[in-house]
């Protein structure tokens, strides 16, 4: 295995920057759909008496509950991914600054 050029090192922070970036849009989206899916309300009145009494308007809050909890969950998780690749591109761009300043103080 060789050593990465700078160019191969550069490109490779600036793909885990523009992944990162991309699971945090990922993030963002799933925040709005389980946000949109807290607002899919449907009271006992609009089931029919029957629906009540079965409990059918019980059982679609917690299916709506239950998907709301998914989505915010899904959030979560990409936000941890996009994190995770940020700091290792950043990591990564420390290792690089701070392995150029040892080398000038050799040379």
Request: charged share 20%; no cysteine.
């Amino acid at each position: 295995m060789t050593t990465p050029t700078g160019e191969q090192l550069v490109a490779s922070i600036e793909a885990l920057h523009t992944d990162a970036g991309r699971w945090y849009e990922m993030a963002d989206q799933l925040e709005a759909a389980a946000e949109d899916a807290a607002g899919l309300v449907l009271s006992t009145f609009h089931f029919s008496g029957l629906g009540h009494l079965l409990g059918i308007d019980g059982l679609y809050e917690e299916f709506q509950q239950a998907v709301v909890a998914l989505l915010r969950q899904g959030a979560t998780n990409f936000e941890s991914v996009g994190g995770a690749l940020r700091a290792a591109a950043e990591g990564y761009q420390q290792d690089e600054v701070d392995n150029l300043h040892r080398l000038r103080n050799i040379y």
